[in-house]
């Protein structure tokens, strides 16, 4: 049945089942014209829990997903342009790209972005690789609380390795980057730069040879941009120089026309 449904009539199903699912918007009105809907479907991922859903919608979801990131365009490897010494530069959604692993500026909850539409990394990320990606963040935090206390949240660049469900990437690394709320430290900078050394470590360990970073801590974490990419530059560097026979490809993803300048400048 479902490879017979269009996309508008996946989306307008999906609208209508997560809204059941959420039961405190069941009752909402839904809007007639597809981009309003695309809105209230995001949002209503972006909200819900993490919790069992039956498998004809999770199946219908995947399906939606998989069109929804084909149509936005899947970015491989070879479309990414080599800068220097396995390093590339590339401007754009990182949840296009087809590459062993992209990299998620993850809170300490770990389990995405609860703010309907933001568009920050972590929500975007969470939004098209669907629902099971939060699904998994959560059971590994339990198994961690278990371990540690239910009152455990996941340090600063201590690394998290998920599958990546919908995206075109084969796996998700969640790191929480270091949060400036005054000056600027040496202690500060030296965990950003870990979470550059661990993140190419767990790749390492898991045989990811492609992955993708991008701009951890900056934002509303307020780590200076600049600053952060002379970091991120650096440390990737010096990790290759050590490491080169276990990563193909490191690619330094930005949004921004002030990010991609500032690394090209890096990068010369």
């Known amino acids: 049945m479902n490879e017979k449904m269009t996309q508008d009539q996946r989306l307008a199903y999906l609208v209508e089942k997560f809204k059941a699912d959420s039961g405190q918007y069941r009752d909402l009105q839904t809007p007639r014209d597809v981009e309003g809907k695309k809105r209230i479907l995001r949002s209503l991922m972006n909200i819900r829990m993490p919790r069992k859903l039956p498998d004809e919608v999770l199946a219908v979801q995947d399906e939606y997903l998989s069109e929804r990131n084909a149509e936005k365009g899947i970015v491989q490897l070879a479309d990414v342009p080599l800068t220097r010494n396995g ?103 030296r965990d950003l730069a870990n979470c550059y050394i661990n993140t190419l470590d767990i790749c390492a360990e898991n045989g990811l040879r492609t992955v993708a970073f991008c701009c951890i801590s900056t934002g509303v974490f307020h780590f200076p941009a600049d600053r952060a990419a002379e970091i991120a530059v650096e440390t990737v560097t010096n990790w290759l120089n050590k490491h080169c026979a276990s990563m193909d490809r490191v690619i330094f993803n930005v949004f921004t026309d002030k990010d991609r300048e500032i690394y090209e400048r890096l990068l010369r």
């Open 87 to 189: 390093l590339s530069l590339w401007q754009g959604d990182i949840t296009r790209l087809a590459v062993d692993a992209i990299v998620n500026a993850a809170n300490s909850q770990m389990l995405g972005c609860f703010v309907p539409m933001h568009t920050c990394i972590d929500n975007c990320i969470h939004t098209f690789a669907g629902i099971q990606l939060r699904a998994e963040c959560n059971r590994q935090m339990n198994q961690l609380r278990a371990r540690y206390g239910k009152d455990y949240e996941q340090p600063t660049a201590v690394p998290m390795l998920t599958d990546a469900y919908n995206l075109p990437a084969k796996k998700v690394v969640h790191i929480v980057g270091p949060i400036v709320s005054g000056r600027l430290t040496p202690a500060l900078e």
